[in-house]
């Protein structure tokens, strides 16, 4: 399960802990009060987000300056084969 709900914003690197995406990473590219909108720049590009309960996901501390598809897919798989982004 996820961590305590803590302050998510645009540009902060996720961890999905439910649903068909459960252990993913993604990027925060919009968010409002109940929701985020998540991209990995690749199967949820930046045009078309996924949908996701804030409760539903736990921050890992890390952002991402400038947000684009190509940008997400770097830092992502950068943060997956544990260097730095």
Known sequence: M???????AVGDVVKSCSG???GKLFVVVA???KYVFLSD???WPINRPKKKNRKHVEGLGLRVERI???EI???LL???RGGNA
């Open 73 to 75: 897919r770097r830092v």
């Open 41 to 43: 720049g690749q199967n």
């Open 78 to 80: 950068s943060i997956v």
């Open 68 to 70: 684009g598809n190509e």
């Open 31 to 33: 968010a409002n009060d």
């Open 20 to 22: 068909r995406t459960r």
């Open 2 to 8: 996820c961590e305590k709900e803590k302050q998510i």
